[in-house]
Every structure is written in structure tokens, then in C-alpha cells.
């Protein structure tokens, strides 16, 4: 059984950090590629950002250079460092796992939300 929980969301004020994490289990993590998605109110999920089962990464224009993605294959653990946050970066954030990082894939997190507002 294929589990992803999502960590570490919360209320920022504007210009602050935050680390997401997602603990994966029931997958071979090191051979999954690991995206953070998120969805605000009203919009579509998008892409944040994405890294791949050797470490590649790709990130939304809107989050490059002030988020970064990393993974702990020993841990099966993937992290959204945040930086610089902005009250448009408000959002549930979602972790997903596919075998490419070409699309999304099966599996989803429930999600944890994330507010930036002063």
C-alpha cells in the first residue's frame, strides 16, 4: 500500500521560509521521481517543483530561485525548502510520486496547506 503524508505547512507572514517534507512508504523510493504540486482556491494544480529519481531538478518559474527540491533516499524522504514566500505561493501543497518526470504520477499525499499573509 502506497502512502505519502505530507508535513511542516503552516501560517507565514510574507517574506519567510518554510520546509514541506513527505515521508514515503510502500514504493521503491529511489527509483520514483518526487514533484511538490500545489492548488489555491479556485485554480488548477500546478507544478512547484520535481526531482527526479537521480537527483535532477525542474521548478516552476514562479517558485525558481526561491524554493529548492531535495530527497533522502535512505530516509524516503523529499523536501520543499521555501524561501522568500509570497502571499500568491498560498496553497495546498501536495507531494506525488510516478516513474517519470515527464508526467504526474499515481500517487498522491493528502496535502498540507500553506498561508502567507501578514
Known amino acids: 500500500q502506497v502512502q505519502l503524508v505530507e508535513s511542516g505547512g503552516g501560517l507565514v507572514q510574507p517574506g519567510g521560509s518554510l520546509t514541506l517534507s513527505c515521508a514515503a512508504s510502500g514504493i521503491r523510493f529511489s527509483i520514483y521521481a518526487m514533484g511538490w504540486y500545489r492548488q489555491a482556491p479556485g485554480k488548477q494544480r500546478e507544478l512547484v517543483a520535481i526531482i527526479s529519481s537521480n537527483s535532477r531538478t525542474d521548478y516552476a518559474t514562479s517558485v525558481k530561485d526561491r524554493f529548492t527540491i531535495s530527497r533522502d533516499n535512505a530516509k524516503n524522504l523529499v523536501y520543499l525548502q521555501m524561501n522568500s514566500l509570497k502571499p500568491e505561493d498560498t496553497a495546498v501543497y501536495y507531494c506525488?510520486?510516478?516513474?517519470?518526470?515527464?508526467?504526474?504520477?499515481?500517487?498522491w499525499g493528502p496535502g498540507t496547506q500553506v498561508t502567507v499573509s501578514s
Open positions: 506525488n510520486a510516478g516513474l517519470t518526470t515527464g508526467a504526474r504520477g499515481p500517487y
